[in-house]
């Protein structure tokens, strides 16, 4: 099962991703073996996860978050305690 995430990095910034193992994703961001945006911005947090059937919907979605603004990011995260 693919899935779409969200992770918020120190900086306060959110990087989105998608990947087949989100825990194993989130470890290699967080040990600098991750994305080149998430390197400088450690430690990530992951924020929000959504589901996909497969591989391409995962990066159909993806893309479609990516052009959302920040606050409508916001909105689909919800509420972080």
Do not use: F
Request: hydrophobic letters at 40%.
């Amino acid at each position: 099962m693919w899935q779409v995430y969200i992770l918020r990095c120190a900086d306060g910034t959110l990087y989105t991703g998608s990947t087949n193992d989100v825990e194993k994703r989130l470890a290699a961001h967080n040990a600098g073996r991750g994305a080149k945006y998430t390197r400088a911005r450690r430690p990530c947090a992951l924020v929000y996860v959504e589901e996909a059937v497969d591989k391409g919907a995962a990066l159909r979605r993806e893309a479609a978050i990516k052009r959302l603004t920040r606050t409508q990011k916001l909105r689909l995260i919800g509420p972080i305690a």
